[in-house]
């Protein structure tokens, strides 16, 4: 039909929103405001979208009810949109069928049907995120087959510690996320393809706080491409139980070595971001590659937290929509336990309960500025990795069941003493 464009799920998401605010104000005209946010021009909607939109706006609704205490609407509506929405469904009923589960734990929390000490209990694998992403590795390997950010992350990020230690002989990586070793390899084959000044030993660091027997067969798979390619290799892996038992002396740093840090999704995490800093500062590397999510989920304030979150996490359901099949198992598993687990530790808890605090890019540039870190762009040659290296790609593929979350940057820079991010 001539004028007719399908709604993605952030457009549905922006309807509902606007027509929220709307009827707040006691105004009528909800038809324009649907016409404007789906890009200004007279277009038709479809029965599907119209329904898509009048539930967005019922879990809009219910949030605000359970943000004033008003249990009894909250509860009504949370049951319909129970109903209409399905983890199996379009990607708007997939959304909502993940924030109602997200509202639900709010609502027994605070009318204390349940209690944090249960909930802890239940979520065990959610507060135990290296487990969680571990046993989602066939899922994730899926997912990021059809996905570029993780491309883009791992090539983007692995070119920019090449560029920093391309004059050293003796590299030191510190990695405070290692998981499958994918990014790994990728350093491994550029360095030992390197022609001017070849490397006499790369040792790998791998910090974690769980997993040993995961991160040693990480540790093994790196060896056996070390060997294959001539690659002089060491491997240590660093257990601590909380940011604040690291300290440098873990690392055996040697003089003469250059050292890199790789931290993906590991600052907003952390009960300990400042102490961690702290530390890799006195360590001074020549670059920290930093990948985060740039979203502002701290806020205070829950209706703002929730309208944040809604439209973060509804573009990552409209990825995966144009990417896998509606009834792919991989991409249930994936929204399950990753995105939905993410929105429901979000939305749900406060204080130290609480997992994932993404910031908005500056408010991590004055965070690294208060510790005397200087930021650099992304070369040009970082960047066309990101858009074009997939010589290696099915190999590192294989291995990829580590997490990237949405790029909120890559950081890198020089400072006093060779200390970077």
């Known amino acids: ?40 021009s007279a277009i ?54 993940y924030f109602v589960k997200a509202l639900q734990e709010r609502f027994n929390r605070e009318t204390g049907k349940i209690t944090s000490k249960r909930v802890k209990g239940e979520e065990i694998q959610l507060l135990q995120p290296e487990e969680t992403i ?87 798979r790196l060896a056996y491409f070390a060997e294959t390619w001539n690659l002089p290799f060491s491997f240590k892996i660093v257990l601590v139980t909380e940011t604040k038992d690291l300290n440098e002396d873990k690392f055996d740093l040697n003089a003469g070595e250059a050292v890199a840090v790789y931290s993906p999704i590991l600052l907003s995490r952390t009960r300990h971001p400042d102490f961690l800093i702290k530390m890799l500062r006195k360590i001074s590397p020549c670059v920290m590659v930093v990948i985060e999510v740039e979203a502002n989920h701290t806020s205070q ?58 910031m908005k890019i500056d408010a991590w540039r004055k965070f690294f500025h208060r510790f005397g870190m200087v930021e650099a762009e992304l070369s040009t040659s970082s960047l066309f990795q990101a858009e074009l290296d997939n010589s290696f790609l099915p190999v590192v593929q294989e291995f990829a069941y580590g997490v990237q979350d949405s790029v909120l940057s890559l950081l890198h820079g020089q400072a006093e003493k060779g200390t970077v991010f």
Not at 10 to 24: F, K, M, N, P
Not at 73 to 97: M, P, Q, W, Y
């Open 301 to 358: 304030n829950f209706e703002d937290r929730f309208f944040e979150v809604l439209f973060h996490y509804s573009a990552s359901f409209d990825c995966l929509k144009v990417s896998m099949a509606r009834c792919d198992p991989e991409r249930v598993t994936f929204e399950e336990m990753y995105l939905g687990q993410h929105i429901r530790n979000i939305i749900a808890t406060e204080g130290e309960e609480r997992i994932f605090r993404h």
């Open 134 to 220: 571990l046993s989602l590795r066939p899922a994730l390997v899926a997912c990021y087959k059809e996905s570029s950010f993780y491309q883009a992350t791992l090539f983007a990020g692995t070119q920019a510690i090449i560029e920093r230690v391309a004059s050293a002989k003796r590299i030191h990586l510190i990695d405070l996320a290692i998981r499958s070793g994918s990014h790994c390899i990728v350093l491994m084959q550029a360095l030992a393809t390197r022609q001017e000044c070849p490397v006499e030993l790369l040792k790998i660091t791998a910090v974690g706080s769980s997993s040993k027997q995961r991160m040693e067969e990480t540790g093994k």
């Open 1 to 40: 039909m001539a004028g007719f464009r399908e709604l993605s799920t952030v457009d549905v998401i922006r309807a509902a929103t606007a027509i929220y605010l709307q009827s707040s104000s006691h105004s009528s005209s909800n038809l324009s405001l649907l016409d404007h946010f789906c890009g200004g």
């Open 44 to 97: 038709n909607i479809s029965e599907e979208e119209s329904k898509d939109v009048e539930l967005v706006h019922l879990l809009i609704l219910c949030a605000e009810k359970i943000g004033s205490q008003q249990f009894d609407r909250a509860s009504t509506l949370l049951d319909h949109c129970e109903n209409f929405s399905s983890k199996i469904g379009n990607s708007v009923e997939r959304v909502v069928h």
